[in-house]
């Protein structure tokens, strides 16, 4: 299944539309209000009327927990750059609630059976926040592939991919095709 194939929402929904789209994926209820400006007792209302419960524990991941270990590095990195193609420069300026749905649909269609557990929801919206907030970025590796590395944690020492060593200067950030050189979007510089 390519992320071309993927159903992508029209535009213009209403924050209730969006919401609900939000409950039936188990977003926290704190990013669902973040992105739709509904109060919490309407959030709540319609976890009940959608899940016949009420939302789950509002607790988000930590970065480092998703970044933490070779397995979870990788599994970061495979879904953020799913996360990064889909939403083009969107994914430096905001969440993009509807990209990130459907980067995490892919990125659970692409993993094969005995991989360890799936990001939760939570998980792939802190990664994209990261991401808009500039704190993570993409490193490039000789074995072909892009990791994720954060600015306030210890940098790995190898890829998650391959194991080979990242000595200094070995590898560097990747630009991706909508940055330019200085890092800045296209899409949001002047003149």
């Known amino acids: 299944m390519s992320a071309a194939s993927l159903p992508r929402p029209a535009a ?32 709540r209302e319609l976890y009940r009327q959608f899940h016949n419960a009420p939302p789950p524990p509002s607790v988000l991941p930590q970065i480092a927990d998703l970044l933490g270990t070779t397995g979870s590095a990788r599994q970061a990195s495979i879904f953020l ?71 306030e944690m210890a940098a790995s020492t190898s890829c998650p991919y391959c194991g080979a060593s990242l000595a200094k200067g070995r590898a560097a950030v990747h630009d991706h095709p909508w940055r330019d050189s200085t890092g800045v979007d296209s899409a949001v510089r002047t003149g």
Request: charged share 20%; proline share 4%; with cysteine.
């Open 81 to 151: 750059g799913h996360y990064a193609r889909m939403a083009g420069s969107n994914a430096y300026r905001r969440v993009d609630v509807n990209a990130l749905i459907v980067s995490h649909d892919l990125h659970l269609a692409s993993q094969a059976p005995n991989t360890a557990a799936a990001a939760t929801i939570a998980a792939a919206w802190v990664l994209g926040r990261e991401l808009r907030s500039r704190t993570i970025s993409f490193k490039a590796c000789e074995c072909g592939r892009d990791h994720l590395v954060h600015d």
């Open 12 to 43: 213009g929904h209403s924050e209730s539309d969006l919401a609900a789209r939000m409950i039936l994926r188990w977003f926290p209820l704190p990013v669902i209000r973040l992105h739709t400006g509904l109060p919490s007792d309407a959030v």
